[in-house]
């Protein structure tokens, strides 16, 4: 066999490389967040699914025409909303067949949602993140 090459001999000194302005060089720091948002936590294919909450009424059911379209029979049209208030981001049933719940209670008022509570809409189970 042949001797290895010294690799001293092929390394190059180099100085530090700036950004041009016009590339908006990032500074260090924590990674900007998206907002507000419903995970999908457990449902089949759509789990790791990510919902937004960037209207004043977000809509969840099974219609078409909701912000948050759940197709199970086990969701209604119309089956809850979550708002955006002062106090912070409202859950509330829109007089749902099956009831919506948090945290595995039912839902019987319109409450606060903190960040990591479970909300349960029909079968999909998801994850609220402040």
Do not use: W
Not at 14 to 32: C, N, Q, R
Not at 59 to 76: A, M, Y
Not at 119 to 129: N, Y
């Amino acid at each position: 066999g042949g001797a290895l090459p010294d690799p001293a001999s092929q390394t190059q000194t180099t100085g530090p490389i700036e950004a041009p302005a016009e590339l908006g060089a990032t500074p260090p720091g924590p990674v900007p967040r998206l907002g507000p948002a419903l995970a999908v936590r457990l449902q089949g294919g759509r789990t790791g699914e990510f919902f937004s909450l960037m209207g004043q009424v977000t809509t969840i059911g099974r219609s078409p025409e909701c912000d948050i379209f759940l197709d199970d029979i086990t969701v209604s049209r119309a089956h809850a909303e979550v708002r955006e208030e002062p106090a912070g981001f409202v859950l509330v049933d829109d007089g749902s067949t099956n009831g919506t719940y948090v945290n595995r209670r039912v839902l019987e008022a319109p409450q606060i949602l903190a960040d990591g509570d479970e909300v349960q809409v029909g079968k999909f189970r998801l994850v609220f993140i402040a």
